[in-house]
């Protein structure tokens, strides 16, 4: 059974960090890409950043580029999301997801396109 399990979403100060951790299980982490999707209250689901299978290849939503960084530990079956600078408009609950088909990049979400998703960790950056 494939499981993603998102921790490290927390209450942050703006312009202060956090990092994301996403554990997977239940299927070859190695050969599949990694999605970050966020949602914030009454907003759709938004695309975050995508890292491919062997880490190689990573894009970001225009909305966190130069801020956000994905990364992956095929070791540890674990995808990260290092989040810098954070504002309040990055307030939201953000889920892992894969599938297997790939995006690089993903203009409009549906939960449809992916087929395994975590159940979120909420980041709330206030001050």
């Known amino acids: 059974e494939v499981q993603l399990a998102e921790s490290g979403g927390d209450l942050v100060q703006p312009g202060g960090s956090l990092r994301l951790s996403c554990a997977a299980s239940?299927?070859?982490?190695?050969?599949?890409?990694m999605y970050w999707v966020r949602q914030a209250p009454g907003a759709p689901l938004e695309w975050v950043s995508t890292?491919?299978?062997?880490?190689?290849?990573?894009a970001y939503a225009a909305a966190v580029k130069g801020r956000f960084t994905i990364s992956r530990d095929t070791a540890k079956n674990t995808v990260y999301l290092q989040m810098n600078t954070l504002k309040p408009e990055d307030t939201a609950m953000y889920y892992c997801?894969?599938?297997?088909?790939?995006?690089?990049?993903?203009?409009?979400?549906?939960?449809?396109?992916?087929?395994?998703w975590g159940l979120g960790t909420q980041v709330t950056v206030s001050s």
């Open positions: 997801a894969t599938d297997e088909r790939v995006y690089l990049s993903i203009s409009r979400v549906e939960k449809a396109d992916f087929r395994y």
């Open positions: 239940g299927f070859t982490f190695s050969n599949y890409w």
């Open positions: 890292i491919d299978n062997d880490g190689k290849r990573t």
